[in-house]
């Protein structure tokens, strides 16, 4: 991928955190408001900044925004629970195959395969961490099941999956938008 420009990744740190603390509080999308966009907040931070100390900083975010959603924003603490930490390393997940697919980004439409697979991949490792970590760690679970744990992640993976897809896409969108503006700009000044 292209280097980005120190104020450009500003930007959009700044644009996917606040778009995290926006949805963060809402864990499925109603008619009020957007799906929850932690998910691609992680992949999309891997593809388009190059500090490695925005990752804790993007958890740091994500730990008090559900801080403040449970003190304040009373919605329900029943996720916090010794299975939170999972989140660390689902994120992770995000974050690396988000990294990867920057590294093996072209300007081109042949790049779409390796986004969706490297999406996907980043997507399953994160459904296995976290809602795997909170199947097994969270206490909520009496006796755990290998058939039980596949119910829950066809229940809600498909959601996660289908905001992941969603922001991920908007976000592919702008950028080959923004990619042709550029090339259109250059093409009139080189004239």
């Known amino acids: 991928m292209q280097a980005i420009s120190s ?39 891997g593809v388009y900044l190059s500090r490695g100390w925005v990752f804790p900083v993007l958890c740091l975010e994500a730990a008090v925004v559900d801080y403040l959603a449970i003190v304040y924003g009373g919605t329900s603490g029943f996720c916090v629970s010794p299975a939170y930490a ?18 093996h980004h072209r300007e081109a439409v042949a790049t779409l395969m390796p986004l969706a ?11 296995l961490f976290s809602s795997g970590g ?27 999956l289908g905001a992941l897809a969603l922001y991920v896409g908007i976000a592919a969108l702008a950028h080959g938008l923004l990619i042709g503006r550029g090339r259109t700009m250059s093409g009139h000044t080189a004239q």
Not at 86 to 93: D, F, K, Q, T
Not at 120 to 127: I, M, Q, R, S, T
């Open 86 to 103: 999972m989140l660390v390393p689902a994120y992770g997940a995000l974050w690396l195959a988000g990294r990867w697919y920057a590294r």
């Open 7 to 45: 104020r450009n990744q500003l930007f959009i740190g700044l644009g996917l955190a606040a778009l995290m603390a926006l949805t963060r509080s809402h864990h499925f999308a109603g008619l009020h408001h957007l799906p929850e966009a932690s998910w691609a907040v992680f992949f999309l931070a």
């Open 134 to 160: 909170f199947y097994l760690f969270s206490g909520y679970f009496a006796a755990p099941s290998l058939a039980e744990f596949a119910a829950r992640v066809a229940r809600y993976f498909p959601a996660y």
């Open 117 to 127: 697979g490297s999406m996907l991949v980043g997507a399953v490792l994160a459904e």
